[in-house]
């Protein structure tokens, strides 16, 4: 779909290994209609040719200030007006902290001074160059001018680190312009989300917990936050990285998510409760490992508080979506929790037959006070996609 047709795009190209990234960027950006012109710092010349963006953005590259100036149609301050979005993608450590400056030593810099429309930016840089306090200080600043800050994502580096740094993949920046142009259904809306396991000690190395892998919450993070929401995840332990723009809250146990969720309640809109929490808690944890004995052991196990139906029982509560994990009777068992704990949505999934706990894919029967709704078997980021949709309609409903 041409998303992006008459939308002028300048990309704006600054030395890092992520640059080329930025060739795949180029091309997704023209196939969704946009049109794009490439900006490139010195120091970006050094990882990637601007022949590669030249032969796919179709226009030539400007690479210093004299190329603009010589170029009759459109010197530096008209290329600035033209584009509809400064893109700065990879961003380096050393642009930010010039940009930030107000520096104009070289074509980009200039433009991004001179740019009336928005500037984005999307951060590449090593972990410990991100995680320094000045780099910190550079982006918080930049931000609180109105600069969007797209990423950075965590994962692996090209210098072997691991860690918050890497450029957002050419299709999440895609996506990132496409809603910049059409905001989404969620826009302006906190939502609240538990994901994952909880962990219920027995004794300081022990612990009952279960199968989920939070791939499904973590899914969703990423879907609400693609339609505009501003998301607040609180996750229980999971293998899982972070999802890049999402505010993340990691905790253990029931009671430690219980307390997160309780204090983040009053700020939500939407509560979407993903996490498998554990329904029992080990009555008296022991302070010191368990030896063994020959004799038989138990354990007295008490029940949790339901952090679901505790924020759906609040005085100002939001609108509340639960999930309902069933083997058998689905229809009949899920209907019954939305009643018994007050809830505006729930979202029904049969465990077992390759869909639910630790899979990748998921099939959802879900279900609200006047209607329901099937999502097909499909992967759990399709699911997502289509249960935030599906959350945005019955949330923006249920304000009229
Ligand atoms: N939930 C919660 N806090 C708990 C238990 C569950 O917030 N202490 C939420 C889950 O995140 C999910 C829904 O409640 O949204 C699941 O409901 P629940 O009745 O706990 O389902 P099951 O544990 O599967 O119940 P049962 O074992 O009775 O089927």
């Known amino acids: 779909m041409q998303t992006l047709s008459n939308k002028k795009i300048l990309l ?13 960027l180029v091309r997704l950006l023209i196939k969704a209609g946009a049109e794009v012109r490439v900006v490139m710092t010195p120091s970006a010349q050094e990882f990637v040719q601007p022949l590669t963006y ?9 690479v210093d200030l004299f190329d603009a100036e010589a170029d009759s149609a459109m010197d530096h301050i008209e290329l600035a007006r033209w584009c509809d979005l400064l893109l700065v993608a990879p961003a380096s450590a ?18 991004c001074l001179a740019a009336k429309q928005s500037v984005a930016v999307a951060p590449a840089m ?10 910190q200080e550079n982006v918080k600043q930049l931000a609180a001018r109105q600069v969007i800050v797209w ?4 994962g692996e580096q090209a210098c072997g680190d691991v860690g918050a740094g890497r450029m957002l993949e050419a299709a999440q920046l895609l996506d990132n312009v496409q809603r910049h142009f059409s905001p989404g259904r ?10 994952g396991p909880t962990r219920e000690a027995i004794d300081p190395v022990r612990y009952i917990s279960n199968r989920s892998s939070g791939k499904m919450g973590y899914a969703i993070a990423e879907a609400a936050m693609r339609q505009g929401a501003s998301v607040t995840l609180v996750s229980g332990p999971v293998s899982l990285a972070a999802p ?12 430690q998510m219980l307390d997160a969720v309780m204090q983040q309640a009053s700020e939500a809109d939407v509560f979407v409760a993903c996490a498998a929490v554990s329904d029992y808690r080990v009555d008296q944890a022991a302070q010191q490992k368990i030896k063994k004995s020959d004799a038989a052991m138990s354990l007295k196990l008490v029940l949790n508080d339901d952090i679901l139906a505790t924020v759906s029982a609040l005085e100002r509560r939001p609108f509340c979506v639960g999930f309902a994990a069933e083997t058998q009777d689905v229809e009949q068992y899920a209907l019954a929790k939305m009643e018994q704990k007050n809830l505006d949505m729930i979202a029904a999934n049969r465990v077992g037959d390759g869909s639910g706990f630790e899979t990748d894919f998921n099939q959802l029967e879900v279900f609200w006070r006047a209607g329901r709704q099937t999502i097909e078997h499909a992967g759990k980021a399709e699911v997502a996609k289509q249960l935030i949709d599906l959350i945005a309609e019955r949330y923006t409903a249920s304000l009229a």
């Open 186 to 195: 969620l826009e302006g809306v906190n939502l609240l989300l538990t994901a």
């Open 12 to 24: 704006g190209i600054t030395g890092g290994i992520a640059a080329y990234k930025s060739a795949e």
């Open 94 to 111: 050393d642009f930010l902290g010039k940009m930030n400056a107000g520096y104009a030593d070289n074509l980009l810099l200039t433009l």
């Open 244 to 255: 890049a723009g999402a505010r993340l809250i990691s905790v253990e146990s029931a009671q």
């Open 54 to 62: 030249q032969a796919l953005s179709g226009h030539r590259v400007y």
């Open 151 to 154: 990423g950075p994502a965590e």
């Open 126 to 135: 090593n972990q410990q160059m991100w995680a320094n306090p000045a780099t």
